[in-house]
């Protein structure tokens, strides 16, 4: 037991508690055969990442399954790591080398490797210290890394072992390729932004015609890859050229002409295009309809030899502009409109992707995801929100073998190997370490390893048993309990680690699945750096505490809902723990101020006693019930308004009389009762907002000081103490005591004048209660009496079916008061005298703007309320 400041003051608590934590080791799992275990493996982010409001919602509530399942006596542990990010960090270390005037070319492999771990070790993991200020109980000893040695060679194992399976293969197939980073990039990194832009229509001659077909572009630059020309076959206006032959333009190529009803006769001019080297839905189309891919883009976004000889080298903008403007010359050009469209962008290299024709690494997806698919359908993993297994189902029913090669030098290269000499072209052995000599000509020399590494996801689909450095620990800990995450990344990653786990480990990833929703701005605005509405979540912690933020962050955030957030908010977390901590030093005050020993006990022999002890078991059995149900918003609501309304604003209220009182053995059973509720109340907030329980936990009682609310035990759900009457009347006293005081206030009564109420009932049973209605009410004498006639002058109201008085004669100056009401209600018929004057004048309505309108009415109803009340409490009067 110890002193505790007069203000809570987050700054000088937070550092201190969590490096107590650490040092002592509170946040490490072991095995322990005796408990059950409980584990999440934390969504590795980023090694080039910065903590942001997003991280902040998704590893608070990690943080609070980890902490309530250790409450509750499991064995938990939660593996922190970081993924080596090969875009993310390429292009940083990329940047840091051309600001020297240096390109990754110019060093080699080997030198720029050096550079990237060097810059990994200097500026990665940043993240990770930064998860340490929202007090994440990670077992920190065990950070893991994707590139780590050991996690390294079991990616390279699988990818061999896949192969061997005959299920990763080369291929020849259109991908999302960034011009920046000279990559392939996955759908998850490919952003789609709103541009203005132009719609292009041009005319392609129809062969041994004086026709044409007029189509309409976004791209005409790719005009030179088009192979064919569809038109939808009901299309009456233009099924007539089905069939038939158009030229293009500049090549005198020869397109067919196509029937297929992905040409909408709606849209543009009804005749589509179609470059299969070029655009996902012609690729579909030229696949289709046997179509020839002509690629006409470089790798670098400039045109390559298959166009006319002036286009060759142009960059593709430039190559656009002089298209338009040579099919203009030619008259060829029917008209521009302006167009606003969806462009896909490079969120790495900021710049618009090209869809280019490409050899890579594939991974066969057909039957790798039946397993996947089963388990969600036998409920083995259940989706929280439960509406997403719609999409899983969806993305898996019609899944596409996954690309997994990127054409970068940080991450994992793949084990494959080929020989240089002649006839060996063909061959690619995939081996763990170089092979000595060639598979098929024998020699040792002309042998070099494929340039390319392994797609990110294609490391961290292993997370989840990849962590574990020994197998004892895999068995032990292995399936985890929850994975918490965002939709977005339900097919890159969720989905894929299920595939895994079911492919190496014949089970499951994890029990649970819980999407949060998107952190927005209050405008709607998903938060972002770019928009500049996403404030710095150690700004916060700084200025309100990292639990303030945490209990903002988890309040306001319904099950897979989006949260509308701002820093202002977080006032809500910082009134409440103001509210806990005062209430901690009240019980601490009057303990030290009591002479003999508290001992922390329930008590249930005052009404009030049995109340406070249901309500507490009412709010053990909701948080765990929506802790269970993955509604950590609900379960923290019912923690909030048991600490903020049942026991702060009522049963401390109550306890005053009793410590107020000489009653020695009173004032000891309710600080008992008190303190042995607070605990219980700590343990179900720690894990919402730990710094602060912790503080106080150790303050309200004498502990060694490497004790920790961590270690101790939250206590199950007690039926026995539940008291439903004890609950029903103090919902009646709660009324009687708010209409006591409303009647107070209508009337000017001070709180230091004591009143008198009249029950018009013979049910005595909440005569138990008389003591807590007269402190709390300042009430003077309470009478029972069922044949009871309203007296005189007396303010009346019913609570419950049970009429109640409150006699005023001599309480209140009937004179003064008339003359003071009547005095308000000229008052208020003067304006609104003014306001019906202004609204009955033609000029003022007809030129007021309609807010100020709207405005003026709700002033005039709100004060015609007021006048009828104020008539009311004259006619009380007499």
Not at 370 to 380: F, H, M, R, T
Not at 385 to 391: A, V
Not at 552 to 578: H, Y
Request: contains cysteine.
């Amino acid at each position: 037991m110890s002193e505790i400041n007069t203000a809570y003051d987050p700054k000088n608590i937070e550092t201190k508690l969590y490096k107590k934590w650490t040092d002592n080791g509170f946040f490490k799992g072991k095995i322990n055969k005796d408990k059950e275990p409980y584990a999440i493996v934390i969504p590795p982010p980023n090694v080039t990442g910065i903590l942001h409001i997003g991280h902040v919602l998704n590893n608070t509530i990690q943080d609070i399954y980890i902490r309530w399942n250790k409450l509750k006596g499991k064995e938990t542990i939660w593996i922190p790591g970081t993924d080596h990010a090969s875009i993310a960090t390429e292009n940083k270390v990329v940047q840091k080398l051309a600001d020297q005037g240096i390109k990754k070319e110019d060093i080699g492999r080997e030198k720029f490797l050096e550079e990237a771990q060097k810059w990994k070790d200097e500026h990665g993991g940043i993240i990770i210290e930064q998860l340490k200020k929202i007090g994440c109980a990670c077992d920190w000893e065990r950070e893991r890394f994707t590139m780590d040695e050991m996690y390294s060679e079991r990616v390279i194992d699988t990818f061999i072992d896949l192969h061997k399976k005959g299920l990763i293969y080369k291929g020849y197939r259109l991908v999302n390729w960034c011009p920046v980073s000279q990559s392939v990039i996955s759908d998850e990194e490919v952003l789609f932004e709103e541009k203005n832009g132009k719609l292009w229509y041009f005319n392609y001659p129809i062969k041994d015609s004086d026709e044409h077909v007029t189509i309409a572009t976004t791209r005409p630059e790719t005009m030179f890859g088009d192979t064919a020309i569809a038109i939808h076959p009901e299309n009456e206006k233009l099924n007539h050229l089905i069939g038939k032959t158009a030229i293009l333009p500049f090549m005198d190529r020869e397109l067919p002409i196509i029937a297929d009803e992905y040409a909408d006769p709606e849209k543009g001019t009804g005749a589509v295009k179609i470059t299969p080297a070029h655009d996902p839905n012609d690729n579909r189309l030229g696949k289709k309809h046997n179509l020839k891919m002509i690629t006409v883009i470089n790798k670098d976004a400039t045109m390559n030899n298959q166009v006319p000889e002036e286009f060759i080298g142009l960059d593709r903008y430039v190559a656009r502009k002089l298209v338009v403007k040579k099919l203009t010359e030619m008259g060829l050009v029917e008209k521009i409109q302006d167009h606003v469209h969806q462009v896909s962008i490079s969120e790495r290299g900021k710049v618009p992707i090209e869809y280019l024709m490409s050899e890579q690494w594939y991974l066969g997806m057909d039957e790798l995801v039946k397993p996947a698919i089963e388990v969600v359908k036998q409920g083995k993993i259940k989706f929280h929100p439960g509406r997403w297994e719609k999409t899983y189902y969806n993305w898996l029913d019609n899944i596409q073998d996954w690309c997994i090669s990127r054409q970068l030098w940080w991450g994992h290269r793949i084990p494959a190997y080929y020989c240089s000499n002649p006839g060996c072209n063909e061959v690619i052995m995939v081996e763990k370490d170089q092979p000595a000599v060639c598979s098929k000509c024998g020699k040792s020399d002309g042998i070099y390893q494929d340039n390319d590494v392994l797609d990110t996801w294609a490391s961290s689909w292993l997370w989840p048993f990849g962590v574990h450095t020994n197998k004892e620990e895999e068995e032990y800990f292995y399936p985890t309990n929850l994975l918490v995450t965002a939709p977005d990344i339900i097919f890159f990653w969720v989905a894929r680690m299920i595939i895994a786990g079911m492919e190496y480990k014949n089970e499951i990833p994890f029990h649970d699945v819980y999407f949060h929703g998107v952190v927005r701005d209050e405008k709607g605005r998903r938060m972002s750096k770019s928009l500049g509405n996403s404030p710095d979540p150690l700004d916060i912690i700084d200025e309100y505490g990292a639990d303030a933020l945490r209990f903002t962050m988890v309040r306001l955030t319904p099950t897979g809902n989006d949260i509308q957030f701002s820093k202002e908010k977080c006032d809500l977390g910082r009134n409440f723990a103001n509210k806990v901590w005062n209430a901690s030093r009240f019980l601490l005050m009057h303990r030290e101020q009591f002479s003999g020993q508290i001992e922390q006990k329930i008590h249930l022999d005052q009404p009030e006693d049995r109340w406070i002890n249901s309500r507490l078991q009412q709010t053990i059995q909701i948080t765990e019930n929506k802790i269970k149900e993955f509604q950590p918003n609900e379960a923290v609501k019912a923690v909030y308004e048991f600490l903020w309304n049942d026991l702060c604003d009522w049963y401390i209220e109550m306890a005053k009389s009793r410590l107020q009182s000489d009653d020695n053995e009173a004032k000891k059973a309710v600080l008992e009762n008190a303190f042995y509720v607070f605990d219980i109340a700590l343990k179900l907030l720690h894990p919402f907002m730990p710094f602060i329980t912790e503080e106080l936990w150790m303050s309200i009682e004498t502990r060694d000081e490497n004790d920790s609310i961590m270690l101790s035990s939250l206590p199950d759900f007690d039926k026995s103490l539940i008291s439903q009457e004890a609950e029903d009347l103090m919902e009646i006293i709660k009324d009687i005591i708010g209409k006591v005081r409303n009647v107070r206030a209508e009337n000017n009564i001070p709180m230091s004048k004591e009143l008198n109420i009249i029950l018009k009932s013979d049910d005595t049973s909440l005569s138990q209660f008389s003591s807590v209605i007269k402190h709390l009410g300042k009430i003077g004498e309470i009478t029972f009496d069922p044949n009871v006639e309203a007296p005189k002058l007396a303010s009346s109201f019913v609570v419950s079916g049970t009429e109640i008085f409150i006699p005023l004669e001599g309480i209140i100056d009937i004179g003064a008061e008339k003359e003071k009401i009547n005095k308000e209600i000229k008052r208020l018929e003067g304006i609104n005298f003014g306001i019906n004057k202004k609204l009955g004048n033609e000029k003022f309505v007809s030129n007021a703007p309609e807010q100020v309108i709207t405005k003026e009415k709700d002033k005039l109803t709100t004060n015609l309320d007021a006048i009828e009340k104020l008539k009311k409490s004259l006619e009380n009067l007499g």
